[in-house]
């Protein structure tokens, strides 16, 4: 069998002959950036062969391969076949994972309500006149005669006890007794907030006796490798159990990776992590629970569950106190989940008494408006262009990316995330682009690119060479071959517009739709709130100019960074914010657009550039 | 390698050069007949080498093992260590299981009362105008919008659902959802009752909706290997980890075992059963749990728990529905276990009036006494010469057993189980042949047997072959080689009588104890019951002449079968008869008898086969 060994990771994996290198990388344990699962489509997944024989491209590497690319050793992953043993090189984007995550957020004003409770626990010893078995002495002394015990801590309960004096602290969940612990322990309360993101998952590790984030950490979410859309999870879960398995165990994996990190960080033990909550959604919410996803990709587009999923640990296979609690927060529809209550905790959305609106923008766009003391929600199809996947050079906000684009002074100016040289388009950079070339009048309304050989008098001078032929229409070139990092010309071609526009058009058409339902419009509004990474980074008169907001003034449209992720801490936190999330399915009036004539109506006219 | 085959199973193995047999048959998964854990001090593990080369005799094969036997090709399994192949007969004990298990006894009263509810659904379908999720629709149907549900059976749920046209079966315990089934299987509610003996475990399977014993099992508890009294298995259990996990797996496999067998006799499917309840000795207790019982063996007997233990059946590797609820009784101390829970709640002894001692016989012995309103148990070290072990010739009361021994007309006649000729010993026989033995004459009220030599007057004409001198001290022939299936004699030796008489002590020194706490005399006792298959087997008249029971007349003395595992079969079927068995540690008093010199007083005392 061929042996592939990746670098710099310095792994190594023998691997049938005739398996791609997408599916060897993902046998040894590493993760390669690709939006299509391996169709060959996105042209994302380029590795370099750096030691061995390289076969000669198929189409699709010459489709989405320059020349130099192919000359210097470049090949896509999920094309190119092992024969004999290889050294590949992955490019590694520099982590932005830490985009989405912050030690601060969501716990700032909650005072320390764990579910866990502690108390510590001194003991005589028994006597032939005081034969008390050891669990009845411990109730005894809890005065608690009615807890159960975990099986798994009473199995070593009496050497514990006995190695200890009998002092001892135990862990208390309801009415159980989940951990036995030597000596005092009673400080010692920790919980993990996850945010399961189709793209990217994060954790953050928090001291529940104190609501302080001690450690945040985030990884790629590496059921990835099985299509970057929740469409393709789907699909790849429906077709069998042992699918719906391998994406759960994935989700899984990337979980204890997670724990583990924050451990490190923090020293803290496994067994003293209790509680852990999760918000993403609801198809995430599904796999995370291993629960069968099928029906939620057709009309009606129903979930198994909507409520919030409370499990044991072990049951998981999450690495904290096996006894501990998971919660997964619950999900309003099939496509408004967890992360949606997330946003709703995180902003007060439940409590509101002026119309406030809130978009999550992530690979699809979900919607919250509070008006007229109702709280109404809906998810409209974004597609992953606010992520940088369908977009030619699109990438994720990742070192490299351009993530600044200012029309200025008759000139397009950059910036790139880091300072380094350009590699791609991250989300915020593509509505800077897109703002900015409508600025300088080369998008028309209609977002077509001006056509410099009809229109040769609208193409300033300095822009002629850079708005050229591509392979689809127009494309504009951002950055040339030589000042780009992948030795290439980086451009924005008209589909990219395109897919901007299908995104953009679709989340406001969801936001009229639900202005509509509630009877106000949208000067009614008092604020527009953006939850996620990207709301965090994209520039409020880009996203004004392109019309994916409506016209309100600068000072309406407030970015509230990562709320999903903070409504999970939040509720990690405190069980109050937890009862207000299992309350919040049944609050939340679900308006479901794919049936809407109306949506259509509304998102047609949307697409354009006019400021709205 | 060598390999052995075992016969008449046709089992084979191979195993390293050096193991025994014993150990060899263990890993081929099969048991042979011992009762010291492989140390060569019992002389039951006897096989017979069918073909290849058999090593000498050591000296524990020669003291346990006839020249005849020996010539013939037997040795003892513990002893004969594998150096070649070999072809080995394990003589097989025509199964004497069924002694402990009825299909009646412990229902016959009871209504049907299962902790399980089962409600059949049928919902209309998803639409988009009623997008609820799968749950949240059963729910609303079900009108108990709290209810949890397994997570195990959420995974597949939603295809069931529309595979079964939206009609399925819910099976509810407490607040949660534990199984959905498809169609209406409201009928089908079971369960299996199990007693977990020391020597054999008995299951029976019940119909849960009607309070009804559909078939019984038992096998040998195959922890045997490991000794057969509880104190050899704790010292096993409490050398490590491992060893504690080996002897919780022996029992959960022949629990498995019996399952099966259950199946196979009804038909009934493995996930239909819900609930399972055990009783046993607090060491099974703990054992079956997986919990440390070292703490049980040294003074001052401290269980690790008392009260009932409830798990999912998944935790334990049950062989049921996962999702099913084992409820193992509580125990009342360290050496009265929810066996004698049982036999209270089958002889209503937590209820009677009347002044009522119980008596269960089996490796210990225990004993209830209801007086004044009071409840009181205590234990007594009897040993396990009741069912055979320690005992030259004992063994379990299987076919070709001496099971009844009369002197009549100057004769001592026998009769076997089954009428097979015989091969040894068991309980009742013993009893039978000692209060014989005593009524011959043979016997001095000391326990000695007569001395042939000094009072030859005192042997009648016809015993005088039989009595005669054995390895220590005289022996009395039962059986003549000639008659015997074994083909050596089969003998009451001193040292048997000896046993007896400790044994027999014990028990009638601890019903002393008892009716002396209670302040109450022996006249006051209304009535005696004996408990166990011992009890049923027993006769009243020998056990007078031995002094096992104070004189009472006979109508006062009742075997009640084998009341334990009744107590078992009745908390299955009977949620109220549950919470009693959950009421009994605080209700019953113990009293420690191993401290107390009033204790020891009595037990000398008793020890003589004097009518007390």
């Given at each position: 069998m061929p042996k592939v060994t990746f670098i710099p990771q310095n792994k190594e994996v023998k691997v049938e002959a005739g398996t791609d290198l997408l599916k060897a990388a993902d046998m040894a344990g590493l993760y390669i950036e690709g939006d299509c699962a391996g169709r060959g489509t996105c042209g994302k997944c380029k590795v370099k062969i750096a030691e061995g024989e390289k076969s000669k491209p198929n189409k699709a590497e010459e489709k989405h391969l320059s020349e130099k690319e192919i000359d210097a050793g470049w090949v896509l992953a999920c094309q190119h076949k092992m024969e004999k043993d290889l050294v590949v090189e992955i490019p590694i984007q520099k982590d932005a994972h830490l985009r989405k995550t912050s030690l601060k957020g969501g716990v700032e004003h909650l005072s320390a309500e764990p579910l866990v409770e502690k108390v510590h626990v001194k003991m005589e010893r028994p006597a032939v006149e005081d034969q008390t078995a050891d669990l009845e002495r411990l109730l005894r002394h809890l005065e608690k005669p009615d807890l159960s015990v975990e099986l798994r801590e009473l199995s070593q309960f009496p050497a514990l006890l006995r190695s200890n004096s009998f002092a001892v602290t135990v862990a208390i969940t309801g009415n159980r007794i989940i951990s036995i612990e030597p000596?005092?322990?009673?400080?010692q309360i920790f919980g993990v907030a996850f945010d399961i993101g189709t793209t990217t998952i994060a954790g953050s590790l928090i001291d529940l006796k104190k609501a302080e984030v001690l450690a945040v950490a985030a990884i790629t979410n590496p059921q990835n490798a099985y299509g970057a859309d929740v469409i393709s999870r789907i699909t790849h879960a429906s077709e069998s159990r042992e699918n719906l398995q391998q994406l759960q165990d994935k989700v899984i994996e990337a979980a204890n990776s997670i724990i583990k990190d924050l451990l490190k960080q923090t020293?803290?033990?496994?067994?003293?992590?209790y509680e852990v909550t999760a918000v993403g959604n609801t198809t995430m919410s599904h796999l995370f629970m291993g629960v069968d996803p099928t029906y939620l990709a057709p009309a009606p587009f129903v979930p198994a569950y909507s409520r919030a999923l409370e499990v044991e640990a072990s049951a998981l296979g999450l690495n904290i106190n096996p006894a501990g609690r998971v919660i997964f927060l619950p999900n309003i529809a099939g496509y408004v989940g967890s992360d949606t209550v997330g946003v709703i905790l995180a902003t007060d959305m439940d409590k509101r008494t002026e119309n406030c609106a809130a978009i999550d923008i992530g690979t699809n766009g979900e919607l919250v408006l509070a008006a007229n003391g109702r709280l109404m929600a809906c998810s409209t199809a974004a597609g992953p262009a606010f992520e940088g996947?369908?977009?030619?050079h699109g990438m994720r906000a990742a070192s490299g990316a351009i993530e600044l684009v200012n029309y200025e002074d008759g000139e397009i100016k950059l910036s790139m995330i880091d300072d380094a040289p350009a590699c791609g388009i991250c989300g915020s950079g593509l509505i800077d682009s897109i703002a900015a070339l409508v600025n300088a009048g080369l998008i028309e309304s209609s977002g077509r690119f001006v056509n410099p050989e009809d229109n040769p008098e609208k193409v300033p001078e300095q822009f002629k060479d850079r708005l050229r032929k591509g392979t689809n229409g127009y494309e504009f070139v951002l950055v040339a071959a030589e000042d780009s990092d992948t030795g290439e010309d980086i451009v924005l071609s008209q589909g990219d517009v395109r897919e901007l526009q299908l995104a953009k058009g679709a989340i406001y058409a969801g936001l009229m739709i639900l202005l509509k339902e509630a009877g106000i419009s949208k000067d009614d509004l008092d604020q527009i709130l953006l939850a996620g990474a990207f709301g965090n980074y994209v520039r409020k008169e880009s996203a004004l100019t392109i019309g994916l907001l409506p016209q309100l003034p600068p000072e309406k449209i407030i970015a509230v960074g990562n709320a999903a992720g903070d409504g999970a801490r939040m509720a990690l936190a405190s069980k109050s914010v937890r009862d207000r999330a299992k309350a919040l399915p049944e609050k939340v009036e679900h308006l479901e657009l794919s049936t809407r004539m109306d949506f259509q109506d509304i998102f047609v006219d949307a697409m354009s550039f006019t400021k709205v």
């Open positions: 000596g005092d322990t009673t400080n020293k803290v033990a496994r067994d003293r992590i996947a369908q977009i030619k």
